[in-house]
């Protein structure tokens, strides 16, 4: 089992730029992904970001430019650095690991963004 705790959502201007964070703990594989989806109210969840355990990295065309993952593999953490952030990027952003080759994928409880005009 693995387990997910996002941090660093807040409420932010147009413009500014927030840090999320993400720590996995538990059955964690040394091939996994890890990355981010986000919801915003009376959408569906929808793909920001990925990266996974060798580096390659995913995102988005919404966040292309402005938006980057990183991740500590040495910590089991997953970074995603907000930048020029828009209205629209306002949403609960969730955290997920998958595990290579196990085809299933653990989800944090989400963090607000929320991106004031």
């Known amino acids: 089992q693995v387990q997910l705790v996002e941090s660093g959502g807040g409420l932010v201007q147009a413009g500014g730029s927030l840090r999320l964070s993400c720590d996995a703990s538990?059955?964690?594989?040394?091939?996994?992904?890890m990355g981010w989806y986000r919801q915003a109210p009376g959408k569906q969840r929808e793909f920001v970001a990925s990266?996974?355990?060798?580096?390659?990295?995913n995102f988005a065309d919404s966040v292309k430019g402005r938006f980057t993952i990183s991740r500590d593999n040495t910590k089991n953490t997953v970074y995603l650095q907000m930048n020029s952030l828009k209205p629209e990027d306002t949403a609960v952003y969730y955290c997920y690991l998958e595990n290579s080759g196990l085809g299933f994928r653990s989800w944090g409880q989400g963090t607000q963004v929320t991106v004031s005009s």
């Open positions: 538990g059955r964690i594989l040394s091939f996994n992904a």
């Open positions: 990266i996974t355990s060798g580096g390659w990295t």
